[in-house]
C-alpha cells in the first residue's frame, strides 16, 4: 500500500463532529469517543467488564508511512496509552504499537513500551504495506516478542479496494476476510514451529478463519506447496491461537468455542465503533449447547491465559 492510498481525517459526518474518516469513509467512531477516558470506564462497568485491555484503532498503524514519522506516532500512542493505564491500574491493561515497517525500531519500541511504560502485550495489523506479519523481515520482531512473553492482539486493517467500497464491506467483508489471510500465513509460514510460545489473539472472532478451517487442512493434504513449511495439519497451532467473542451471532461464536475450546475465546466488545458489543456477556449467556463452565473460563480464565502464558491464582490452565 503506497503512501497517500489512506487518508485518515477528522471531519463532520452528518450531524456528528470530529468523526474519523479513512479515505472519506466513516468508521463509526468520534475522536472524543476513543480518547474520552471517563466515557471508557462507564462503559467497561455498563458492560459488567472488570478489566479492559486498551489498543490503539487500526487506522494509527499507518505501516505505509515514513519509518520515522511512523515510530513518532507509536511513541506518542504507547506514552498515552501508558498514563491511561497508571491512572487507573486496577481496570485497564495497555498494548503497545510499533512501526512494523522497520523492524530494528519496532523491537527497540517494543521494549521501550515494554521496560519503561509497563505495557503488556502487543498490537499489529494484518497488512505491512502489502507485506504479511509473518513475512521473514519480521520474523525478528515476532522473535522479541515470543522470548519477552508478551502476547499479540491482531486487529484487521482498512484496506481499500473497489469491490468492497461500498456498503461499509471495507469493514464487514474485507476485515474478517484480512483476518483470515493472516492467521493461515502465520500458520502455514511455520511460525509457530519456530515459536512455539507465542500467543496469537484475532479479533472480531477470527474473521472468516473458523469457518474455512477444515478447507486448510483438506489443502495441506493434498497440496505440497500448502506443506512446505509446516508437517502437520493447520489445526493442530490451534494452541497458540486465540480468538474474541465478537462474532455479532451466537451460533457463530458457539462454533468457534466448540473449534478453539473456551480457553481459547475470550470477551470483545470493539469499543466504541459503531459495530461494537455492548454487551458481550449477554451474547455469550445466548450462545446455544455452551456450559456455564465454558463461558466461565471465556470471561475470566482465557484473558489471563492469553496476557501472561498462564492461569488465575487457583486455575488450572
Same mark, same amino acid.
Given at each position: 500500500?503506497?503512501? =497517500? &492510498?489512506?487518508?485518515?481525517?477528522?471531519?463532520?459526518?452528518? $450531524?456528528?463532529?470530529?468523526?474519523?474518516?479513512?479515505?472519506?469513509?466513516?468508521?463509526?467512531?468520534?475522536?472524543?469517543?476513543?480518547?474520552?477516558?471517563?466515557?471508557?470506564?462507564?462503559?467497561?462497568?455498563?458492560?459488567?467488564?472488570?478489566?479492559?485491555?486498551?489498543?490503539?484503532?487500526?487506522?494509527?498503524?499507518?505501516?505505509?508511512?515514513?519509518?520515522?514519522?511512523?515510530?513518532?506516532?507509536?511513541?506518542?500512542?504507547? !506514552?498515552?496509552?501508558?498514563?491511561?493505564?497508571?491512572?487507573?491500574?486496577? +481496570?485497564?491493561?495497555?498494548?503497545?504499537?510499533?512501526?512494523?515497517? !522497520?523492524? *530494528?525500531?519496532?523491537?527497540?519500541?517494543?521494549?521501550?513500551?515494554?521496560?519503561?511504560? =509497563?505495557?503488556?502485550?502487543?498490537?499489529?495489523?494484518?497488512?505491512?504495506?502489502?507485506?504479511?506479519?509473518?513475512?521473514?523481515?519480521?520474523?525478528?520482531?515476532?522473535?522479541?516478542?515470543?522470548?519477552?512473553?508478551?502476547?499479540?492482539? %491482531?486487529?484487521? !486493517?482498512?484496506?481499500?479496494?473497489?469491490?468492497?467500497?461500498?456498503?461499509?464491506?471495507?469493514?464487514?467483508?474485507?476485515?474478517?476476510?484480512?483476518? &483470515?489471510?493472516?492467521?493461515?500465513?502465520?500458520?502455514?509460514?511455520?511460525?509457530? !514451529?519456530?515459536?512455539?510460545?507465542?500467543?496469537?489473539?484475532?479479533?472480531?472472532?477470527?474473521?472468516?478463519?473458523?469457518?474455512?478451517? =477444515?478447507?486448510?487442512?483438506?489443502?495441506?493434504?493434498?497440496?505440497?506447496?500448502?506443506? &512446505?513449511?509446516?508437517?502437520?495439519?493447520?489445526?493442530?497451532?490451534? =494452541? *497458540?491461537?486465540?480468538?474474541?467473542?465478537?462474532?455479532?451471532?451466537?451460533?457463530?461464536?458457539?462454533?468457534? %468455542?466448540?473449534?478453539?475450546?473456551?480457553? *481459547?475465546?475470550?470477551?470483545?466488545? $470493539?469499543?466504541?465503533?459503531?459495530?461494537?458489543?455492548?454487551?458481550?456477556?449477554?451474547?455469550?449467556?445466548?450462545?446455544?449447547?455452551?456450559?456455564?463452565?465454558?463461558? +466461565? %473460563?471465556?470471561?475470566?480464565?482465557?484473558?489471563?491465559?492469553?496476557?501472561?502464558?498462564?492461569?488465575?491464582?487457583?486455575?488450572?490452565?
Amino acid at each position: 500500500m503506497g503512501e =497517500g &492510498a489512506v487518508q485518515v481525517r477528522l471531519e463532520p459526518v452528518g $450531524d456528528v463532529p470530529d468523526s474519523v474518516t479513512v479515505n472519506r469513509m466513516a468508521v463509526g467512531a468520534t475522536i472524543h469517543q476513543l480518547a474520552d477516558v471517563d466515557s471508557i470506564v462507564t462503559a467497561t462497568d455498563r458492560a459488567r467488564i472488570d478489566i479492559r485491555v486498551l489498543s490503539p484503532p487500526p487506522f494509527t498503524y499507518r505501516y505505509w508511512s515514513d519509518p520515522e514519522e511512523s515510530l513518532q506516532l507509536c511513541r506518542l500512542l504507547n !506514552d498515552a496509552t501508558a498514563e491511561v493505564v497508571r491512572a487507573h491500574p486496577d +481496570r485497564f491493561k495497555g498494548l503497545a504499537t510499533v512501526p512494523l515497517q !522497520d523492524t *530494528n525500531a519496532a523491537i527497540e519500541e517494543l521494549r521501550r513500551a515494554r521496560d519503561e511504560l =509497563g505495557l503488556v502485550g502487543v498490537t499489529v495489523g494484518t497488512n505491512v504495506a502489502g507485506a504479511n506479519v509473518s513475512d521473514p523481515q519480521h520474523r525478528p520482531f515476532l522473535v522479541e516478542v515470543a522470548h519477552s512473553g508478551m502476547p499479540v492482539l %491482531v486487529h484487521p !486493517d482498512f484496506v481499500p479496494g473497489s469491490r468492497i467500497g461500498d456498503y461499509y464491506l471495507v469493514n464487514l467483508v474485507g476485515m474478517p476476510h484480512e483476518t &483470515a489471510i493472516t492467521m493461515a500465513n502465520m500458520i502455514f509460514s511455520g511460525l509457530f !514451529d519456530e515459536l512455539p510460545n507465542l500467543r496469537v489473539c484475532f479479533m472480531h472472532g477470527g474473521g472468516a478463519a473458523p469457518a474455512i478451517l =477444515g478447507r486448510w487442512d483438506a489443502g495441506w493434504r493434498v497440496r505440497p506447496e500448502s506443506r &512446505a513449511d509446516i508437517g502437520k495439519p493447520p489445526s493442530t497451532y490451534l =494452541g *497458540n491461537i486465540y480468538c474474541d467473542t465478537l462474532t455479532h451471532s451466537p451460533l457463530a461464536l458457539t462454533h468457534l %468455542v466448540e473449534i478453539l475450546g473456551a480457553e *481459547n475465546v475470550m470477551i470483545g466488545t $470493539d469499543m466504541p465503533f459503531d459495530v461494537e458489543d455492548a454487551d458481550p456477556r449477554a451474547h455469550l449467556r445466548d450462545a446455544p449447547r455452551l456450559t456455564d463452565e465454558q463461558r +466461565r %473460563v471465556i470471561e475470566s480464565v482465557s484473558p489471563v491465559r492469553w496476557l501472561t502464558g498462564g492461569a488465575p491464582d487457583g486455575e488450572a490452565a
